[in-house]
């Protein structure tokens, strides 16, 4: 009998701030610049659900390094944790520490985008440039359809509901992907951990993965943002926050465009990353 095929979302495991870690790890053979991409936040994501159509055109140039963050994916979740920004920041320092990397470029999609601004703001050091994408950090009124998503419960008909969210292109959609994303988040833990994370009430927690407005505009960092202009998730104005707090920044928007721009426009969104990082 052969092994069943492992899953594609299943990486190399390394030990992160003492945590079992999934990672995906791409070495480019000649570049030094590395490049940490850090997931959102949507029930059963994963680095590899999040970044699959990225990371086949960033490591044509860079490094790539595509950890799930703890509490997400494969990952090992300790009993004992508490999900916060700082635990998760610290996590993905600890990525980089694991791999040896003094610096990298860091793209935080959504969630991942306050974990990249709390990097960047706490460890300036390690980070070279910022890419933002629909991220979370600066305060909003939370929207329906985040609300909608942190407070998934799970079934098909629960997922397929909230996907409706996520994209403009509803042709992306429908019930296979659905399945596929209710299976991920059935997973034994999975949702015991994420319904920690963001409990009623959910602008408490939208709330704590904020950045004090002064630490925002502290940051040297080059910066692009990148947001969909039909977001239902994110609105268009925490980047247009962002765009007005951080010096060194640009704001690109699509239309017809919604929270999943890496899937929804992913070729012109690595397009426009690799022109911004390889500068």
């Known amino acids: ?31 030094s610049d590395a490049i940490l991409l850090l997931h959102g936040s949507g029930p059963g994501v994963s680095a590899f659900a ?12 860079f490094t790539v390094i595509a950890p799930d963050i703890v509490g997400f ?21 600890g ?17 991942g985008g306050a974990l990249a601004l709390s990097l960047a703001s706490n460890h300036p050091e390690r980070v070279d440039r910022l890419v933002l994408m629909g991220a979370v950090g600066v305060p909003f009124d939370i929207t329906k359809g985040l609300n909608a998503v942190w407070g998934y419960q799970p079934s098909v008909a629960n ?15 429908g019930e296979d992907l659905a399945r596929l994303r209710y299976e991920a988040s059935i997973r034994p833990g999975v949702q015991e951990a994420f319904s920690a994370m963001f409990p009623d009430p959910r602008q408490a927690a939208l709330d704590a993965l904020c950045l004090p407005t002064e630490r925002v505009r502290a940051l040297d960092k ?23 707090l951080i010096d060194d920044s ?27 990082l390889k500068r």
């Open 1 to 31: 009998m052969t092994d069943a095929p492992k899953s594609p979302e299943i990486g190399d495991t390394i030990t992160a701030n003492e945590i079992p870690t999934n990672v995906h790890i791409r070495r480019h053979p000649s570049s």
């Open 159 to 173: 997922m397929l509901s909230i996907m409706e969210y996520f994209a403009y292109d509803k042709s992306l959609l």
């Open 73 to 93: 994916g494969f990952t090992e979740r300790p009993a004992d944790i508490s999900y916060n920004l700082d635990t998760w920041t610290q996590h993905a320092l």
């Open 50 to 61: 999040n970044w699959r159509l990225t990371i086949p055109e960033l490591e044509k140039h």
């Open 222 to 244: 080059s910066t692009l943002l990148v947001h969909g202009r039909d977001d239902q998730v994110i609105p268009l104005d925490a980047s247009l926050q962002l765009l007005d």
């Open 95 to 111: 990525v980089l520490d694991a791999l040896g990397l003094e610096r990298a470029h860091v793209i935080g999609n959504s969630f």
């Open 250 to 276: 640009q704001l690109h928007v699509f239309g017809r465009c919604g929270h999943w721009t890496q899937i929804e426009r992913s070729d012109e969104f690595a397009a426009l990353v690799l022109d911004f």
